[in-house]
């Protein structure tokens, strides 16, 4: 059985990865099972250290070997904040208005994937697996290729693949692509994703396609299909009904006995639309008067890259709205918004989703969204709440009983948050069993073992 080797920008101890999450977890046991190695950056950056270079840590957890990078602060501002971040998060999520093409961004990128394939090369056995995740490390096959690796590679894409015209204001969007015909296999969220990188490699690089999901250019062929990401739907109900949760649950019932808790929990970023939604709410409370001491918003936006200035101006239009909204419809005794610029300990979060009787989930652009399938699991079938789904979500393609709605389109999305405060009891169950279904047929498991799979089965003759 070869030895899987993940790489990713963080790595996260196996041992210690339940408070991290479902994906952490699924690839820790993806690795325990025979072995592994995890490897990425290490989380630390080195105050006036040379570029492209970074002391490299190994540490064993178990059966996997942990061996992270040091970065220096210029290698780190430029891969992580300036092109990771400020170019290919933006524009990956539609949003030209908001990346910074600035030039030299994309040398400290190229530098840092150059960085970790040289590290990692020599810790590579001949019949390894590798596993590459996420926009941050594209180029990684094309660099331990470059040194002479022979072995299978794949990669999977957490974000989303936006259409050629979108992709092609990137100056470097060409070479990019070309990137990913270093990987056997490519994966991606949705088949919007799919459909996307099927277009711009037909249009744009004139590749052929040899069948469905196999296509050849620049001397390669690469397979792209998509393996849309689940949760550990048994965990996360066991979750539920653990201590914290129910504690937090009980809390919340009671707190709230007289009122209809909605809820949103996302890292506080522009992609989840957050502005929209405290807009739609606030339509909802002036449009339909009923909700007026009744409906409760408890908005979690936990902190997120911070040293971007894009995100410290949204959270102040965050708490300016929420400010507003409290102003003109709050009294002494019912807040409309309860808006918390915190990190919410994990094992609280399923009490939370199981007392709201609404979830909204309206990202304007999501690879996949992992809080939707979340809400579901921590549902009591007896009494579930209703899901608000942005049709922008990757969930969408599969999570087709939720309400679906248009973010952008705040007086739609209020009508539908009503039409989900007022769903009678078996439509609710009936949507929601449907829902636990498909979660549970395409879980985190599922996603993790059809991708590597596919990768043992791809073609690299
Ligand atoms: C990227 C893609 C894709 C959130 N706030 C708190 C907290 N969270 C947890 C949620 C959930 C996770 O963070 C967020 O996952 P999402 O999928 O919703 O979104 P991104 O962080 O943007 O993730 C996304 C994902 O990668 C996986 O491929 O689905 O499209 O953008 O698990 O519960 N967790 C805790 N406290 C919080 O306050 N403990």
């Not at 989380?43 to 492209?52: C, F, K, R, S, Y």
């Not at 270079?53 to 992580?80: I, K």
């Not at 030209?96 to 030039?103: E, G, N, P, Q, T």
Request: hydrophobic share 40%; proline share 5%; aromatic share 10%.
């Amino acid at each position: 059985m070869s030895r899987l080797v993940v790489v990713s920008n963080r790595v996260a101890d196996p041992r210690k990865a339940a408070a991290a999450g479902g994906l952490a977890v699924a690839l820790g046991d993806a690795l325990s099972t025979n072995g592994g190695l995890w490897f990425g950056w290490s989380g630390t950056v080195v105050e006036g250290g040379a570029p492209g270079e970074g002391e490299m840590h190994t540490q064993q957890a178990g059966n996997v070997t942990l061996s992270t990078v040091d970065l220096c602060r210029e290698d780190h501002d430029s891969y992580y904040l300036g092109y990771s971040n400020g170019v290919l998060w933006p524009v990956f999520h539609y949003r030209l208005d908001l990346a910074d093409f600035d030039a030299g961004y994309i040398g400290g990128y190229r530098r840092v994937n150059q960085l970790l394939a040289r590290k990692l090369m020599p810790l590579l056995r001949p019949d390894d697996i590798i596993w590459v995740h996420d926009y941050h490390l594209i180029p990684m096959a094309a660099e331990l290729r470059a040194m002479g690796c022979k072995n299978r590679i794949g990669f999977f894409l957490h974000i989303p693949l936006p259409p050629p015209l979108i992709l092609a204001a990137v100056p470097q969007h060409e070479w990019l692509i070309r990137s990913l015909f270093a990987y056997d296999l490519v994966g991606f969220q949705s088949n919007a994703d799919v459909e996307h990188f099927s277009r711009y490699v037909g249009e744009e690089v004139g590749a052929e396609k040899l069948a469905e999901h196999q296509f050849r250019a620049f001397g390669r062929r690469v397979q792209a299909q998509a393996f849309p990401i689940g949760i550990d739907v048994d965990e996360f109900a066991a979750l539920t009904h653990a201590k914290e949760a129910s504690d937090m649950y009980e809390r919340m019932k009671s707190e709230y006995s007289r009122r209809r808790l909605l809820l949103g929990v996302e890292r506080l970023d522009y992609s989840k639309g957050l502005p929209q939604r405290l807009k739609a709410f606030r339509e909802l409370l002036k449009n339909y008067p009923e909700n007026l001491k009744r409906a409760t918003l408890i908005q979690i936006a936990s902190p997120s890259r911070e040293a971007l200035d894009t995100y410290a101006g949204l959270r102040q239009e965050l708490e300016s709205l929420c400010g507003a909204i409290n102003g003109d419809y709050g009294g002494l005794d019912w807040m409309p918004v309860r808006y918390i610029h915190r990190n919410v300990a994990r094992q609280r979060l399923p009490g939370l989703y199981r007392a709201a009787c609404v979830a909204l989930v309206t990202p304007l652009r999501d690879g996949m969204n992992l809080v939707a399938k979340e809400f579901i699991a921590a549902q009591d079938p007896a009494d579930p709440g209703v899901l608000v789904l942005s049709r922008f979500a990757g969930a969408a393609e599969q999570l087709k009983e939720a309400i679906l709605v248009n973010p952008y389109d705040v007086h739609g999305t209020a009508e539908s948050i009503q039409r989900a405060l007022q769903m009678p009891l078996p439509e609710r169950q009936r949507r929601h069993q449907l829902l636990l279904e498909r979660i549970r047929s395409q879980d985190v498991h599922w996603w993790r073992q059809t991708f590597l799979s596919a990768l043992q089965a791809c073609d690299v003759t």
